[in-house]
């Protein structure tokens, strides 16, 4: 195999993982090729990120390879997980949004009958967080607030539509 192939499967790899990846593991993943073969392409690799400037770099780290952002970045990568921390949700927030997901448009009393207790705080939290929005009142006594997902939770989820959510049926 020849070393442009390899620099690129390599690179696949490296950016398929969060975790450090061992060359001999980069070789067995590849197959026929050298581990001598592997080293250089990351080697070369990291030669066009320098030349071209680009943000990122292969680092060797706890015995394997893992492209890395350059620490220049370091400011803009911390706003980026304070804003990934925003958005993770416990088990409750979980199971409200699905509800919400699922049955919009609607009240916060069928959620809470659905969970069997109260939701306020948590539908408060994830309007905040910009999951579920309020879409519009219902006819019933008191017209209560309907709530939705917003377009934030499609992209979460990474869905186009609430279409592409899975049916109840293949959630069993």
Same mark, same amino acid.
């Given at each position: ?42 080697? #070369? ?29 370091? #400011? ?22 699905? !509800? ?11 959620? #809470? ?55 109840? !049926? #293949?959630?069993?």
């Amino acid at each position: 195999m020849e070393l442009p192939e390899i620099k690129k499967i390599t690179e696949a790899l490296l950016f398929s993982t969060e975790e450090s990846l061992p060359a001999n593991k980069i070789k067995s993943v590849i197959g026929d090729v050298s581990l001598p073969a592997v080293k250089e392409a990351i080697s #070369e690799l990291n030669k066009e990120y320098e030349t071209q400037g680009r943000a990122f770099f292969i680092q060797e780290i706890a015995g394997g390879f893992q492209i890395r952002t350059r620490p220049d970045y370091r #400011e803009w990568i911390a706003k980026l997980n304070i804003q990934r921390e925003e958005t993770k949700l416990s088990n409750a927030a979980m199971e409200v949004l699905s !509800v919400i997901a699922y049955k919009q448009p609607v009240i916060r009393a069928e959620i #809470e009958a659905i969970r069997g207790v109260d939701s306020s705080a948590i539908v408060r939290a994830l309007m905040e967080k910009g999951l579920v929005k309020m879409a519009g009142r219902s006819e019933e006594l008191g017209h209560p607030i309907l709530y939705g997902t917003a377009p934030k939770f499609l992209e979460l989820l990474g869905l186009n539509s609430l279409q592409d959510l899975p049916k109840p !049926v #293949e959630l069993k």
